[in-house]
Nanobody, 127 residues
Framework: QVQLVESGGGLVEAGNSLRVSCVVS????????MGWFRQAPGKEREFVAA????????IYADFAQGRFTIARDNAKNTVYLQLNHLKPEDPAVYYC????????????????????WGKGTLVTVSS
């Protein structure tokens, strides 16, 4: 069984940065690609970024490209999302998720395709 626990959320001023983390327990972290999604109040959950199991490929949603960076440390069973230049439209609960083992989606990451989810960490941006 795989369990995901996010941390690092909080309140930050617009324009500043924050790093959220997701620690994964269970066997085989290095066999899973990992993704980050977010959900703002009243909105659907949306894809943010993803990284392949070995870390050599990443993809981003258009709004995240150039501002957010996803990374992973397989020795620590952890995936990170660095949030830079935060904007008033970025507040949301940020979730990490894992698709089926060995699966990588080169284009659309659909929340419906994820096998595992964390409970999320809240990011709030003050303007």
């Amino acid at each position: 069984q795989v369990q995901l626990v996010e941390s690092g959320g909080g309140l930050v001023e617009a324009g500043n940065s924050l790093r959220v983390s997701c620690v994964v327990s269970g066997r085989g972290f290095s066999d899973y690609s990992m993704g980050w999604f977010r959900q703002a109040p009243g909105k659907e959950r949306e894809f943010v970024a993803a990284i392949i199991w070995h870390g050599g490929l990443t993809i981003y949603a258009d709004f995240a490209q150039g501002r957010f960076t996803i990374a992973r440390d397989n020795a620590k069973n952890t995936v990170y999302l660095q949030l830079n230049h935060l904007k008033p439209e970025d507040p949301a609960v940020y979730y990490c998720a894992a698709p089926p083992v060995g699966r990588w989606y080169s284009r659309a990451w659909d929340a419906m395709n994820m096998d595992y989810w964390g409970k999320g960490t809240l990011v709030t941006v003050s303007s």
